[in-house]
């Protein structure tokens, strides 16, 4: 049974830095990416940034691009999300998920979500 669980989240100030660490288990390849959601109150859910478990290969959404770090450590089956120079904006639950396509489109699995809050 594949699972993933996100954690790492907390309660920050604007410019400060939190890492997430999404840990997928149950997975017999790594034929598959873990993408970073976020979902704000009263907003839809955004894209973030997804990896490529398999090559490594990144994207991200140009809301995070140069602020946040997607990586991955296959011996640990963790994916981690850097998130440096927080903003007030970046406020939400962020979700894990894991997709078997690249670039991700159908998500298979989610994690729960851990809940980032930028202080301004």
């Known amino acids: 049974e594949v699972q993933l669980q996100a954690s790492g989240g907390g309660l920050v100030q604007a410019g400060g830095s939190l890492r997430l660490s999404c840990v997928a288990s149950?997975?017999?390849?790594?034929?598959?990416?873990i993408a970073w959601f976020r979902q704000a109150p009263g907003r839809e859910r955004e894209g973030v940034s997804c990896?490529?478990?398999?090559?490594?290969?990144?994207d991200y959404a140009d809301s995070v691009k140069g602020r946040f770090t997607i990586s991955r450590d296959n011996a640990k089956n963790t994916v981690y999300l850097q998130m440096n120079s927080l903003k007030p904006e970046d406020t939400a639950v962020y979700y894990c998920?894991?997709?078997?396509?690249?670039?991700?489109?159908?998500?298979?699995?989610w994690g729960q979500g851990t809940l980032v809050t930028v202080s301004s």
């Open positions: 149950g997975f017999t390849t790594d034929d598959y990416a």
């Open positions: 998920a894991a997709s078997r396509y690249w670039p991700p489109s159908e998500y298979d699995y």
């Open positions: 990896v490529s478990i398999r090559d490594g290969t990144t």
